[in-house]
T-cell receptor
């Protein structure tokens, strides 16, 4: 079946511009996560959505970062006034478990480059 | 919060030999331990996982062992093949974190023919 999809696959933007990154989770998965992977680094948790519950935003690095999930499916991560340190691969994952605990399946990521 | 350390950072093995990657964690309440394989330009792929009530799990050439007392777990790849070359990440799920994973820094595995 279809996996997690993300768009765009690559995004180059100028410093100070806003960007939107999209994630389509696996159909039926109720939990959705955003992670960030800087060059040569491990993955850093950003935000978590579970059903209609309030999201866990504890990993967002600044108030320039926000995310929403519409209709319990598609999610958009928005970065306002981008900075060069925002350059990274942004990964989305989804999970079928209603508790959010357990197997997470990742999309291919969006590579963001801020010039 | 949880702290995950992964070793080694790079691992070079001859085709057919075994590879072992080890991770340690700090929070004794953590209870789910997946391993991911990431190939260049792709997202991480879940290859095997283990829960805290199990000591070992195998799936063909890969296995994971967990020592909850010592708070470490390891990935074992036997009969390595060139297609096993990738970056491998361990992760830990904290019981009270609503599912977020804390990742190790990754191990670059190179299998030479």
């Amino acid at each position: 079946g279809a996996g997690v999809s993300q768009s765009p696959s690559n995004k180059v933007t100028e410093k100070g511009k806003d960007v939107e990154l999209r994630c389509d989770p696996i159909s039926g998965h109720t939990a959705l996560y955003w992670y960030r992977q800087s060059l040569g680094q491990g993955l850093e948790f950003l935000i978590y959505f579970q059903g209609n519950s309030a999201p866990d935003k504890s990993g967002l690095p600044s108030d320039r970062f926000s995310a929403e999930r519409t209709g319990g499916s598609v999610s958009t991560l928005t970065i306002q006034r981008t900075q060069q340190e925002d350059s990274a691969v942004y990964l989305c994952a989804s999970s079928a478990r209603t508790s959010g605990r357990g197997e997470q399946y990742f999309g291919p990521g969006t590579r963001l480059t801020v010039t | 919060g949880e702290n995950v350390e992964q070793h080694p950072s790079t691992l070079s093995v001859q085709e057919g030999d075994s590879a072992v990657i080890k991770c340690t964690y700090s929070d004794s309440a953590s209870n789910y331990f997946p391993w991911y394989k990431q190939e260049l330009g792709k997202g991480p792929q879940l290859i095997i996982d283990i829960r805290s009530n199990v000591g070992e799990k195998k799936d063909q050439r890969i296995a994971v062992t967990l020592n909850k007392t010592a708070k470490h777990f390891s990935l074992h790849i036997t009969e390595t093949q060139p297609e096993d070359s990738a970056v491998y990440f361990c992760a830990v799920q904290e019981w009270d974190s609503w599912g977020k994973l804390q990742f190790g820094a990754g191990t670059q595995v190179v299998v030479t023919p």
